[in-house]
């Protein structure tokens, strides 16, 4: 067994192993996507982005796909649209940005519970704390689906708008359904640690025609043309630079999954006998992107907290995120006024932590990291004497 270099040994990536790289296609690629429109000048929103809609459109399975500047912005103004100000009800663990998306527009965030093995929203609390007038904003986290349906039912139950924050989850399938077409509107991301990445960019898909006709006007200052603006709009149009790079980005999506999922099976499989480490759990039949490969450490088991663990692994050069930590609840721009008490919640982002994930990263590479967690707990006495906390 190896010895952990927090205790003195040959780190196991000298080079240094990083958590994330983006999967960008070749530039040749790009430049060819932009160039018709680059030369006759067509900067922003034009037929590089029709033609990148189209494509999300069709392999999703919905009626609209419109493009936007970031999920934050496309989020803003779907829920401007749908929920305009009300009470939202949404986990406390995910990105800050489904949080602010909603003070942006008016509304108050109420936080809920998450579930403590597949760290979705906990469908019991966000009933609990939905009321008559509210809505639901809903996170795929680390790209595999919450339970859509049932949070579409309980919603339903009032009239609420559901959105789901799919800001990680492009390509990834509830019970055989594309993540895309639940509720009243799903947000993507293609910032550069998503699965498709644009640079910065976003992609509203919806069902509904009156949600994406919202967000057309919406992302063009509210303006249809004839500058007469109806409602209180912003800038979030997408660049062609961005949905050129987005659509060969997309190009590779199939591949790029592919590869996400063999590194999540063969980090499933190695640390399976690992005491203390427990991986994000996906329901039967779903499909995750893994956008990230998230594991939730027990340190009555693993005999060292989450924080040994981060800090042991950069010892090895071995990059790592604790995502979510803080959870929005307790982040300084919502932990004021009456505190929000959400134990489980604290507990399961005091505990995970995201392993490197990216589509080149070798499997050879993931058993190290493997090997060398393995070796953690087997040392944890000794580390724990050598850098307590
Ligand atoms: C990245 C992310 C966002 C924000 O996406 P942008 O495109 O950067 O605005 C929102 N929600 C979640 C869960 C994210 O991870």
Not at 95 to 116: L, Y
């Amino acid at each position: 067994m190896r010895r952990p270099a927090v205790l003195g040994s040959t780190p196991a990536f000298p080079q240094g192993l990083p958590f994330a790289r983006p999967s960008t296609p070749p530039l040749e690629r790009v430049v060819a996507r932009l160039r018709p429109s680059y030369e006759r000048g067509a900067l922003t929103n034009g037929p590089v982005v029709r033609a990148l809609e189209e494509a999300v459109a069709d392999r999703l399975g919905v009626r609209h796909v419109v493009a936007v500047s970031s999920c934050t912005s496309g989020l803003m103004l779907v829920l401007r649209h749908l929920a305009d100000g009300a009470p939202t009800v949404l986990p406390s663990f995910t990105f800050s940005a489904s949080a602010h998306a909603i003070a942006w527009t008016g509304g108050r965030p109420v936080f809920a519970e998450c579930d403590p093995a597949t760290f979705q929203l906990d469908v019991a609390s966000a009933r609990a704390r939905l009321a008559p007038g509210g809505a639901v904003l809903a996170t795929h986290v680390f790209g595999a689906p919450c339970p859509a349906e049932e949070i579409e039912s309980l919603a339903g139950a009032i009239g609420a708008p559901v959105v789901f924050d799919a800001a990680h989850a492009l390509g990834a399938r509830r019970r055989g359904r594309a993540i895309g077409g639940f509720g009243d509107a799903e947000v993507f991301s293609l910032s550069p640690t998503k699965v498709v990445v644009a640079g910065e960019g976003g992609l509203v898909s919806t069902d509904h025609d009156a949600v994406a006709e919202a967000v057309r006007l919406g992302r063009d200052y509210g303006n249809p043309g004839d500058y007469d603006t109806r409602f209180v709009g912003l800038n979030a149009r997408m660049s062609e630079l961005h949905a050129a790079l987005a659509l060969e980005s997309l190009a590779d999506i199939d591949e790029n999954l592919a590869r996400r999922g063999d590194i999540a099976r063969r980090y499933r499989e190695g640390l399976e006998g690992v005491p203390g480490v427990a991986c994000q759990l996906v329901d039967e039949g779903d499909e995750s992107t893994y956008k990230d490969f998230t594991v939730a450490i027990g340190p009555e088991l693993f005999g060292l907290t989450r924080d040994n663990v981060a800090r042991a692994l950069k010892h090895e050069g071995i990059d790592t995120r604790a995502y979510f930590w803080p959870p929005v609840h307790r982040q300084q721009a919502y932990a004021h006024g009456e505190p929000v008490v959400l134990p489980v919640t604290d507990d399961v982002a005091g505990r995970v932590l995201s392993l490197p994930m990216f589509p080149d990263l070798s499997l050879t590479d993931v058993d190290c990291v493997v090997d060398v967690i393995g070796a953690m707990t087997a040392h944890a006495p000794e580390i724990i004497e050598r850098s307590p906390d």
